[in-house]
């Protein structure tokens, strides 16, 4: 596999390994052989080492990784040695809750404003971050080099907003709307459609006899 | 592949074949030739014909699928023939958005109470759900036949609070906290893992000008 085509598997693992390397930086975990980071994730060490390969591997034979290293390592790849500006456009429960994340900030990911088209919202704050009106969405947006946007209002809005981000300037779209979006090959997208990973545990709860017949 | 071991890939494809076949319904749309299923969908007319054969296959030669008989049986396959009670641990914006979402009411997710440990809280509806404190959580799981929990709490009560719902009877658990849960076999397990899929995002923006190379 050449550097430049890592598959998707590989890169929804990555924010995996952060998240673990992290927690073994809080315990004041300096170097992890690479069967003890298997153990804990639960996932082959011949599996993670393939992983690191795509990007050049970060292990020393035999003496482990070192983890504050391999942390910053991913991270980069990841781009969290970056900051983005973000804006999230529905303002209801999910648009706040995203907003009221304090980790994403620390994590590079500003929320400078949130839009919604409910006058009732209009001036609010959630966590210092103003709700405003869509309509002032694309002079936002080109004012405020925004980055990310997080699409948290219903499927019907959902494609007219996206081409107003789109038209103006903005080109990685979080979408929660439940709909596939159309958009030009140098946008991109993260769909979290929340009825399709509650169907999908429905599924595992009703085929889980099978599982149990297996083992 | 047997009837029993349907590949993780193929059930995730499921609830976007059950939704666009949805969407074709409300259309009037009777019937649709696996060619144009295939179009709309953008995955290849092979695929789908692969997906559906796990399940015994459901297409007439020549003639298409009968939309509205393929949207029920799929609709069966995850299981939403059925009526599932649900309750919702952690009653903070995102548990809230949850319980505030009329559509999972309509597919069979019935979602009777949210529990929270803030006694702000406690009384308060949402959309008809009460929320209650999370030490009356035992009793309620066992009185009310609940089969599934989404837990939206901290990443640090969530691995106490699946003990406890795992005791009680709960059989899949909906995970936002983000953590890895540690559960019995039998218990199944849907993750969603809202700053991983931002990280993923954030990956895909940073690389994004290599795709637009590969074109």
Chains 1, 2 share one sequence.
């Not at 839009?115 to 694309?138: A, C, H, Q, S």
């Not at 709307?177 to 991109?188: F, I, K, N, S």
Request: charged residues 25%; glycine residues 8%; proline residues 3%.
């Amino acid at each position: 596999m050449s550097e430049h085509e890592i598959s998707k598997a590989v890169v929804k693992r990555l924010p995996r390994y952060y998240r673990y390397l992290g927690d073994l930086i809080n315990a004041r975990v300096e170097r992890i052989p690479s069967n003890e980071l298997s153990d804990m994730m639960n996932v082959t060490a011949s599996q993670i080492r393939q992983d690191l390969n795509n990007f050049g591997g970060f292990g020393q034979q035999g003496y482990g990784y070192n983890v504050k290293y391999l942390y910053n390592e991913i991270g980069k790849i990841i781009g969290l040695d970056k900051t983005y500006n973000m804006v999230v456009v529905g303002g209801g429960h999910l648009g706040q809750a995203i907003a009221n994340y304090v980790k994403f900030e620390k994590r590079g990911f500003s929320i400078k404003c949130i839009f919604d088209i409910n006058p009732e919202l209009d001036g609010k704050m959630v966590r210092g971050i103003p709700i405003r009106m869509t309509d002032e969405l694309p002079r936002f947006l080109r004012e405020n080099d925004i980055q990310i946007a997080a699409l948290t209002l219903p499927k019907s809005g959902a494609e007219t907003v996206a081409s107003v981000l789109v038209e103006n300037g903005v080109k990685a779209i979080w979408n929660f709307a439940h709909t596939d979006l159309d958009l030009p090959e140098d946008v991109v997208v993260e769909n979290v459609h929340l009825s399709e990973s509650l169907m999908q545990l429905s599924y595992d709860l009703n085929h889980r006899r099978t599982m149990e017949k297996k083992s």
